[in-house]
């Protein structure tokens, strides 16, 4: 995804931390890691994003050698912001959109997304794909979203789709 270390690089919904401890680290002494988490003074969301977030904190507390000092920002997940507009050089999310489309409101978090990059900042999506010309209730029911539907929701959201890779492909 072209992260430099001295890039403002926000990851969404960073889980226990799988990635983070590839990228806070990658960016602890130029750059600034942002894991952008589920708000726990909402009530009532399901109690697995509140196990996460204390998990995520743990591991960085008191752990400053390795992380550096990451931010932890809340953030409402029915009308997500991501940080002051502009304000970061990539956005990533591992694992996480066939959650908004099950829920709605993907539009939203893309079009979040778009706001907090910078012009020419950069959109990382890595996550389940489905196959080509999956329905969508298919795609809600196991998970799994198409490639066309991730850059739909993307363009839609103002994004160009500069590149692809079959890395993580199976």
Do not use: C
Request: glycine share 8%.
């Amino acid at each position: 995804f072209q992260v430099e270390a001295d890039d403002t690089v926000v990851e969404i919904t960073p889980g226990g931390g799988w990635y983070a401890e590839i990228l806070a680290p990658w960016l602890r002494d130029d750059g600034h890691y942002v894991a952008a988490i589920w708000d726990d003074a909402i009530a009532g969301q399901p109690q697995y994003r509140y196990n996460l977030n204390k998990a995520l904190r743990a591991k960085f507390a008191g752990n400053a050698a390795v992380y550096g000092t990451p931010e932890l920002r809340l953030f409402d997940p029915q009308a997500p912001v991501f940080g002051p507009p502009a304000s970061a050089d990539v956005v990533l999310t591992f694992r996480n959109a066939h959650n908004w489309v099950a829920d709605g409101n993907a539009d939203e978090y893309f079009q979040a997304f778009f706001a907090v990059l910078e012009p020419g900042g950069i959109l990382g999506v890595a996550d389940h794909r489905a196959k080509p010309r999956t329905d969508l209730e298919k795609m809600k029911e196991s998970g799994y979203l198409t490639e066309d539907l991730v850059i739909r929701l993307a363009k839609g959201a103002g994004f160009l789709l500069e590149a692809k890779s079959e890395v993580n492909a199976n």
